[in-house]
C-alpha cells in the first residue's frame, strides 16, 4: 500500500507584542521517531519578527501575513498580526502527516495557499480573544517590560488551560481541506 503525505501544522507560535514569545505547541510528525525540538522551533519563529516588521507599513493590523518563508523544501512559516499587535505563526510541515494512497478524504496536495491556513488563524484569534475575555487575565502581566519591573520570578507564558488545549485542538485537527471551526 502506497503511503501519501500531506501537510500537517509542525508548531504553532504566539508573539507578544514586544515579541517575546507567549506561547509555543510543537506537534510531531507522524511517522518521526525523533521528537522536535522546541529550540528549533523558537529559532524559527525569532526568524521571521524581522519579516513582520518588514511587511508592516504596507499591511494593516489584523491582516494575513500570508506566507513568511519557507525554511526549507519541507518546512514553511505563515503569519498573521492581530489588532492588538500580536503575531500568529504556523510552521507547515508539507510532510507532516501520513495517509494511505486510496484515502478519499486527504487528497495529495503539492502547495498550500494562504486561505488554506485562514481557518485555523482565525480559531487561533478566536482562542486569544476568548483568553482576553477572562477576567483573570491580564496581558501587561506577559509583557516582558512588565514583568521585569514587576514579578522577577514569574513567565511570561501564556498558562491558561483553556487556550492551551485550544491551540493544541487546532494544530492536531488542521488539514488543507478541513475548517478549523
Not at 20 to 26: A, D, E, R, T, V
Request: hydrophobic content about 40%.
Amino acid at each position: 500500500m502506497t503511503i501519501i503525505k500531506t501537510p500537517a501544522i509542525a508548531c504553532i507560535g504566539v508573539i507578544g507584542r514586544h515579541n517575546n514569545p507567549l506561547h509555543i505547541s510543537i506537534f510531531p510528525a507522524e511517522g518521526e521517531k525523533e521528537e522536535r525540538s522546541k529550540l528549533d522551533f523558537s529559532f524559527m519563529l525569532s526568524t521571521c519578527l524581522d519579516i513582520f516588521e518588514a511587511r508592516l507599513p504596507e499591511k494593516n493590523v489584523g491582516q494575513d501575513f500570508g506566507l513568511l518563508q519557507a525554511v526549507d523544501e519541507r518546512l514553511a512559516m505563515y503569519g498573521w498580526l492581530t489588532n492588538t499587535g500580536v503575531k500568529l505563526v504556523i510552521i507547515v510541515d508539507m510532510e507532516g502527516r501520513q495517509s494511505p494512497a486510496n484515502d478519499s478524504r486527504t487528497p495529495p496536495v503539492l502547495g498550500l495557499k494562504n486561505s488554506d491556513l485562514t481557518p485555523a488563524f482565525q480559531a487561533l484569534q478566536k482562542a486569544y480573544i476568548n483568553l482576553l475575555r477572562n477576567p483573570f487575565y491580564t496581558p501587561e502581566d506577559h509583557s516582558p517590560n512588565y514583568a521585569n519591573a514587576h514579578q522577577p520570578a514569574t513567565s511570561t507564558q501564556i498558562t491558561s488551560r483553556n487556550f492551551v488545549n485550544e491551540v493544541n485542538r487546532i494544530g492536531r485537527v488542521w488539514a488543507p481541506t478541513i475548517a478549523s471551526r
